[in-house]
């Protein structure tokens, strides 16, 4: 992403497959107001990332299918810390 000021919080979680891991990265956005939804649209534009999300058709990308390709992003949400503070999240592979 060639921006070194940026900081990153990241849990990555190892298992025994030939391929990829999975990992959960904290995002924190210069808008106190950003929706999950304003997430989804800057990872969709955002070069070198495929955003697969879309839990209706149950699709999110799993490590077989990403051999070979830059990141994939499922699950963009948000959780709460406090009365009002919400966090966004993306699990990645």
Avoid: W
């Avoid at 849990?11 to 808008?31: A, D, K």
Wanted: glycine share 4%; with cysteine; aromatic share 4%.
């Amino acid at each position: 992403m060639h921006m070194p000021e940026l900081e990153v919080a990241a849990t990555c979680v190892r298992l025994p497959i030939e391929t990829g891991h999975s990992e959960s990265v904290y995002v924190e956005l210069e808008s106190n107001d950003a929706t999950v939804e304003d997430l989804k649209s800057i990872l969709k534009d955002a070069p070198g990332i495929t955003l697969q999300d879309d839990p209706s058709q149950q699709i999110y990308p799993m490590p077989a299918d990403a051999v070979g390709e830059k990141r994939r992003i499922c699950r963009p949400h948000s959780e709460r810390f406090g009365p009002s503070k919400r966090v966004p999240y993306v699990d990645c592979i």
